[in-house]
């Protein structure tokens, strides 16, 4: 087996695992605070990954795109949180699943109606569409070094933001006590919408990060969600510790499970047999890794503190 | 006492429209409805059985598209191989193997992700019948002999004794047999003692189990009867469409079946029924006037959450049948 | 003397809070123990600990003999243990009958049954309907169960733990929210079915556990401190100690 492979399959996880943190940690926040499901959460993924795109040819420059669509899809995030999630917040879990579920078809028609049918490259300038050459062998795109960049920033971010600051802390205690944060006269709604918003925009940042490589497309969302979910029962619903681990593990898991399992199985079985089995279970790894997990320790890896 | 209630009487007049109009119009030239009655058919089946967890076991599954998928492709891959060859052992086109196999692997299927999902509760238990649907997604697009993506074009129907498949008004015969039993498998199931203990436990699953009932055991024997039953749904689906399409079996699939249980009326014999219906009146209605249906019916599906008395959850534990 | 629930060295603790501290108790066949103590005393933990809900960090419950304390909480009604709720746990979607014959039907063999209605199965309702005679709410047998009182359900909770024909009956607050007539008739009805159970009753209400118990024990903090006769206990220091708080 090729070290260099190896290396550039292992980035290639932690870069995936990187954006599936960020998708998760929105994800996780807004459950975990919020006790709000949001099937839509991949929807934003999406529709970070289209505005940037437009904007992109709108502004000839990725870059300052990005700068602009983050807050914009911070303000749907707003939006959604406004007008869907806010009349449900007091309902079951089904209504939330359900709701979002029809705000799904909403958004993807809109944006089927707004950017066409097809999906939409996003081109890189210049600079961040070369390689850099990490050793002698090997090369890796510097718009994949970005990525990993941008998510592991975020991530610390994110981590600052909820150990060290005011709004982390009331993040923390409207999780714990709702009524109580209330009672000291903090706004809750505006918490649950700034956190609403904070989460939107960490997964459109994961859309336009993953935009220039996939393409913007009306799918994406839909696949990205379960395996956000995936990453979540994995790590800890509410717990961000878990979602980063899990999200990297996971990342990793898949990414180098695709690239190397036939030839573990070979290790096992007849070429052939490894060829045929190897995409059918490198295809449902993740998700028999979560039954896995399920099994022996049903809360997660690392389940925040219960209160 | 009438023979039957009113509610058995709006049901009798629903199932005998559901059983002439459709043959009439095909006969007066209009086979486009029937097409639509046999479609409407076997998504009632699936709605019928996914009613049996969620209607009457109260155990929310967005996974039971898989189900449908895999029964579809257990009648697609055979005939596949008996088209186009390889895998001999599997190569067929009867009908005596397509539709037990259908079965077979949904309730196999059923049985082991059912095991792991119904040890959780709540969103957790929904996203975990997600997990696993998309799972066997991923894996049908995965082989690429059975076309991946886009699908398995087989353009061949079952071989049954006495029916032959490739007369619409045939096909339909069988799919509105089918559920007409598939209506009163379940009501037999529900008003049963095992349906007791599955209705019982939707209702206050603590209290079962301090009764002495081993409520995950119930749970998980309901979960694959339901399953299978999704699965022979999927066996006819394939024999109508003769494409298999693996979207057949993604998540959304599995959001509309539930709108279906719900909106129609959960826990009651006919309401999957009149959720199909509705759900296939809107759907050809919408979509005769834009392209774009998806986005009136996902408005739709949000007002309906939005504005339900006590919310789904209030549709789905409001209703019970007379007799009960 | 033999015991028909025996707890010994019970130990449970949340956090940093110890909701069960070495916990003994034990419960003679036919009497009716009840177990008395201040708010907060850990009461709720002992039942969940009783019935299977939580497992305790260590200690032993053995139940006629038989160590129950891993056994799964679906198992232990098979052994002849009952169970009523503090905050009433009936099935509300549906009727007063339905209820009890649920619980009859859960004692005879597994219930894997798909084709006979439930309905029909003369013999067990009759046998539902005469349990709903002993607590008074034969006439009520059709209604649905959200129809009820608050009273009617505290009966319809005993009926329950009578229809499980088990040996031991755990009563949680059965005199929880009840005004002081029907106090007076959930008395009454606790007398009457005495002495042919084994009972152990968590309760409240003074005057009905000094009107009702044979031994009265009290949980302080997760602990046992006393446990003896009404007069006894009455009597008895620490326990004026703890629920007047003199120190």
């Known amino acids: ?307 | 006492m009438s023979f039957l209630t009113r509610r058995g009487w709006i049901s009798a007049v629903v199932m005998a429209l559901l059983a002439v109009l459709p043959p009439v119009f095909f006969l007066t030239g209009n086979a486009f409805y029937l097409d639509l009655a046999t479609r409407l058919s076997i998504l009632a089946i699936a709605a019928v059985s996914l009613n049996l967890i969620l209607g009457y076991g109260g155990l929310v599954s967005f996974g039971h598209a898989a189900f449908v998928g895999l029964g579809a492709y257990a009648v697609g891959i055979p005939a596949h191989h008996w088209l186009y060859g390889g895998l001999d052992f599997l190569a067929t086109t009867s009908g005596f193997v397509q539709v037990p196999l259908a079965v077979a692997v949904t309730a196999l299927f059923a049985l082991i992700t059912g095991a792991v999902c119904l040890r959780t509760k709540g969103v957790y238990f929904i996203m975990i019948t997600m997990a696993f649907a998309q799972m066997i997604y991923y894996l049908i697009v995965s082989i690429e002999e059975y076309g991946g993506d886009d699908g398995l074009v087989i353009d061949t129907r079952s071989e049954l004794p006495l029916i032959d498949l490739d007369n619409p008004l045939q096909l339909f015969g069988l799919a509105y047999v089918s559920l007409l039993v598939a209506m009163l498998l379940v009501r037999m199931i529900t008003r049963s003692r095992f349906g007791m203990v599955l209705q019982g436990a939707k209702g206050n699953e603590e209290r079962m189990v301090t009764l002495g009932f081993n409520i995950y055991a119930y749970r998980l024997t309901a979960y694959v009867i339901s399953g299978a039953m999704c699965g022979y749904a999927g066996a006819l689906l394939g024999n109508f469409t003769t494409f298999i399409s693996p979207e057949m079996m993604d998540w959304s699939r599995s959001g509309e079946l539930m709108f279906m249980v719900i909106l129609g009326g959960a826990a009651t014999t006919l309401g999957p029924v009149l959720g199909a219906i509705a759900f296939i009146v809107v759907e050809e209605i919408l979509s005769s006037f834009t392209i774009y249906w998806h986005l009136p019916f996902g408005l739709m599906l949000m007002g309906v959450v939005l504005f339900a008395r006590g919310g789904l959850m209030g549709l789905l534990r409001g209703r019970r049948e007379d007799g009960e | 003397m033999n015991a028909v629930l025996d707890i010994s060295g019970l130990n449970k603790s949340f956090g940093g809070i110890k909701a069960t501290d070495d916990l003994n108790l034990s419960v003679r066949a036919g009497e009716l123990h009840a177990v008395i103590g201040p708010n907060g005393a850990g009461k709720t933990t002992l039942i969940s600990q009783l019935t299977g809900m939580q497992k305790p960090d260590s200690g032993r419950i053995r139940f006629k003999g038989r160590d129950i304390t891993a056994m799964a909480p679906y198992s232990r009604a098979h052994l002849g243990i009952a169970r009523s709720f503090q905050i009433t746990s009936l099935i509300l979607e549906m009727s007063v009958l339905d209820n009890i014959a649920l619980a009859l039907q859960a004692r005879e063999g597994h219930s894997f049954r798909f084709i006979r209605p439930a309905h029909a199965l003369t013999r067990l309702r009759a046998e539902a309907l005469a349990l709903l005679d002993r607590v008074g709410l034969a006439d009520k047998a059709d209604q649905p169960t959200v129809a009820l009182s608050h009273g009617e359900h505290r009966h319809m909770e005993i009926a329950i733990a009578l229809a499980s024909k088990a040996e031991l009956m755990l009563l949680d607050e059965p005199m929880a929210g009840l005004g002081i007539e029907e106090s007076a008739q959930m008395v009454e009805l606790l007398r009457a079915i005495k002495g042919r159970h084994t009972i152990l009753l968590i309760e409240h209400d003074m005057d009905a556990v000094f009107a009702l118990a044979d031994r009265i024990s009290v949980l302080v903090y997760g602990h046992i401190i006393a446990t003896g006769s009404p007069d006894e206990i009455r009597g008895n220091e620490a326990v004026q100690h703890a629920y007047l708080g003199e120190e």
């Open chain 1, 1 to 307: 087996m090729d070290l260099s492979l190896l290396i550039i399959q292992a980035l290639n996880g932690v870069q995936l695992g990187l954006l599936l943190f960020l998708v998760a940690s929105g994800l996780t926040l807004v459950f975990g605070i919020l006790d709000f499901v949001n099937l839509a959460h991949g929807s934003l993924y999406m529709l970070g990954a289209f505005i940037c795109a437009s904007l992109t040819f709108l502004f000839g420059n990725f870059l300052w795109a990005v700068l602009v669509a983050l807050p914009l899809t911070g303000g749907i995030g707003y939006l959604v949180e406004r007008f869907v999630a806010r009349p449900l917040y007091a309902r079951n879990h089904l209504d939330h699943v359900l709701g979002t579920f029809g705000l799904i078809l909403v958004l993807d028609t809109l944006a089927h109606l707004i950017w066409g049918p097809a999906g939409i490259a996003v081109p890189l300038p210049h600079w961040l569409d070369g390689q850099i050459a990490l050793t002698e062998t090997l090369v890796i795109p510097s718009f994949r070094l970005l990525i990993i960049g941008a998510g592991l920033t975020a991530a610390a971010g994110l981590f600052w933001l909820v150990n060290y600051t005011r709004l982390g802390m009331l993040i923390r205690a409207g999780a714990s006590n709702r009524t109580m944060v209330a009672a000291l006269g903090i706004d809750i709604q505006t918490l649950f919408a700034l956190v609403f918003a904070l989460g939107a925009m960490l997964a459109g940042l994961a859309g336009m990060l993953i935009a220039p490589i996939t393409e913007a497309s009306i799918g994406m969302g839909n696949s990205i969600i379960i395996t956000a979910f995936v990453v979540i029962i994995v790590g800890g619903i509410g717990s961000m510790k878990g979602a980063f681990i899990a999200a990297i593990l996971i990342g990793l898991i898949d990414t180098m499970g695709r690239s190397f399992l036939d030839d573990i199985f070979k290790l096992a079985m007849s070429p052939e047999a490894a060829e045929t089995s190897a995409p059918a279970v490198s295809a449902m790894l993740i998700y028999i890794i979560m039954a896995l997990v399920l099994a022996l320790r049903p809360q997660g890896l690392f389940p925040p503190r219960t209160r």
